[in-house]
Nanobody, 127 residues
Framework: QVQLVESGGGLVQAGGSLRLSCAVSGRIFSTYAMGWFRQAPGKEREFVAAISRGGSSTAYDDSVKGRFTIFRENAKNTVYLQMNSLKPEDTAVYYC????????????????????WGQGTQVTVSS
C-alpha cells in the first residue's frame, strides 16, 4: 500500500511563498515519477508540475513557470513544491501524485496516468 501525505499548505498574502511537501511510504520512492496537481472550487483538477524518478527532468504548467519549483529528495522519500510570488489565482487544494514507471526521465502531466494520490492540502492566497 502506497501512501502520500501532503503538508505545508496555508494562508498567505499575494506575493508570498509557501513550500509544500509530500511524504511517500510503502514502496521504493525512486521508482515513481511524481506530480503536483491542484483543484479550485468548481474547477477540474489541473496539472501544476512533475518530476522524473531521478529528478533530472521536470515539467511545469505555463501558469506557474518561473514561480514554482518541483524537486525531490529520494533519500527522504519526499517531493516538494516551492511556490514563490503567489497569486490569488493559485488558491486551490494541492495534491501530490505518484506514477510507477520504468523510465528514469518520464514526466507526466495527465491525471489519469498517476496511480496514487494524497489527500490534498489547502493553499489560500489573499489579495
Amino acid at each position: 500500500q502506497v501512501q502520500l501525505v501532503e503538508s505545508g499548505g496555508g494562508l498567505v498574502q499575494a506575493g508570498g511563498s509557501l513550500r509544500l511537501s509530500c511524504a511517500v511510504s510503502g514502496r521504493i520512492f525512486s521508482t515513481y515519477a511524481m506530480g503536483w496537481f491542484r483543484q479550485a472550487p468548481g474547477k477540474e483538477r489541473e496539472f501544476v508540475a512533475a518530476i522524473s524518478r531521478g529528478g533530472s527532468s521536470t515539467a511545469y504548467d505555463d501558469s506557474v513557470k518561473g514561480r514554482f519549483t518541483i524537486f525531490r529528495e529520494n533519500a527522504k522519500n519526499t517531493v516538494y513544491l516551492q511556490m514563490n510570488s503567489l497569486k490569488p489565482e493559485d488558491t486551490a487544494v494541492y495534491y501530490c501524485a505518484a506514477r510507477s514507471t520504468y523510465y528514469m526521465t518520464t514526466v507526466d502531466s495527465s491525471t489519469r496516468n498517476y496511480n496514487y494520490w494524497g489527500q490534498g492540502t489547502q493553499v489560500t492566497v489573499s489579495s
